[in-house]
């Protein structure tokens, strides 16, 4: 029984060990989560300087959990740190396409290549939702460059043709910005067959003729 005591000890020790960086990692996440989602506001409000802020602070943090649970890979794989480092992932390529920036890769971001696709994926949202704020003001052109980059999503996602658990799901991901770039697709036509039709009838009544003109002539 002596024996198993000593086990029963060392379960403990390790234990708490092991419930001490899960409950710091858990902390970690979210405040991940929170730094990417500032992020993604200022950018969407064009204050590229606080945005710049937030993703720096956000790669602190992802750096921070690759060296804390360098020895406990199962917390580091799980769901929350994973989702956590998909909303970086997310937030950084919005930052950059919205930007017209050099597209961040993997290794960049120091995160998994599925989690970087997921949070490829789920940045086509992002592009939407910009997208539609542009059109509010007419600004159409840097709608149509935001939509080519959905497209271009769209298209590399279409290739990785792999069992969704190697990665993570990524074929629900895929059908979904289908859908956002097709929404976002028709709502730019209608935009611009909208631009076209207030041009057209602003040039027909700059050409017709001034009140009482035609008269005195």
Request: hydrophobic letters at 35%.
């Amino acid at each position: 029984m002596e024996k198993l005591e000593k086990i029963i000890e060392e379960v403990h020790l390790v234990f708490d060990i092991r419930t001490k960086t899960r409950d710091q990692a858990l902390k970690q996440a979210r405040l991940l989560t929170r730094y990417c989602a500032n992020a993604i506001r200022a950018t969407h409000r064009n204050d590229s300087k606080l945005a710049t802020e937030y993703l720096i602070k956000a790669q602190e943090l992802v750096q921070i959990l690759h060296t804390d649970l360098a020895e406990f890979h199962d917390i580091y794989y799980a769901g929350y740190t994973q989702d956590a480092l998909k909303e970086f992932a997310e937030a950084s390529i919005t930052f950059a396409l919205i930007y017209n920036q050099g597209l961040p890769t993997p290794a960049d971001l120091n995160i998994e290549h599925s989690t970087y696709l997921r949070g490829l994926a789920e940045s086509a949202g992002e592009l939407r939702r910009k997208c539609l704020d542009i059109l509010r003001h007419g600004h159409s052109q840097e709608a149509e460059m935001l939509l080519n980059h959905m497209d271009d999503i769209y298209a590399v996602l279409l290739t990785i043709d792999y069992p969704d658990a190697i990665t993570g799901g990524l074929r629900r991901l895929t059908d979904i910005v289908r859908g956002v770039t097709e929404r976002t697709r028709g709502d730019l036509t209608l935009s611009l067959r909208q631009e076209r039709l207030e041009k057209r009838l602003e040039d027909l009544q700059n050409n017709l003729p001034i009140a009482g003109q035609e008269n005195k002539e």
